[in-house]
């Protein structure tokens, strides 16, 4: 069974700076594509960034700019840096992983997943 287990989130303030990380294991990491979704209060999971074997990457459009998302596969890790953060993106981060070089917008496209990391941006 795939293990994902995150890292790094926390609170900050309005226009800072997290850098969020994922450690992958019991699966073979070069051949997944990863990826992070979010969920704030009272919402429905989100997607924000994915990356794959070859690092294509994809973004929700919310996130352009600021997130960036990446992976070092000699370490089966996956890591999402997020800057200029908005109060608005308070929400637990789940990192997300799939078999293949797709990488998917929709929540219900990614199988595997962590158990999340709180990201609190007060205002």
């Known amino acids: 069974q795939v293990q994902l287990v995150e890292s790094g989130g926390g609170l900050v303030q309005a226009g800072g700076s997290l850098r969020l990380s994922c450690a992958a294991s019991?699966?073979?990491?070069?051949?997944?594509?990863m990826g992070w979704l979010r969920q704030a209060p009272g919402k429905e999971r989100e997607f924000v960034a994915a990356i794959n074997w070859s690092t294509s990457t994809y973004y929700a459009d919310s996130v352009k700019g600021r997130f960036t998302i990446s992976r070092d596969n000699a370490k089966n890790t996956v890591y999402l840096q997020m800057n200029s953060l908005k109060s608005e993106e308070t929400a637990v981060y789940y990192c997300?992983?799939?078999?293949?070089?797709?990488?998917?917008?929709?929540?219900?496209?990614?199988?595997?997943w962590g158990q999340g990391t709180q990201v609190t941006v007060s205002s």
């Open positions: 997300v992983g799939r078999p293949g070089a797709a990488l998917p917008g929709s929540v219900r496209l990614w199988g595997d």
């Open positions: 019991r699966l073979t990491f070069s051949n997944y594509a």
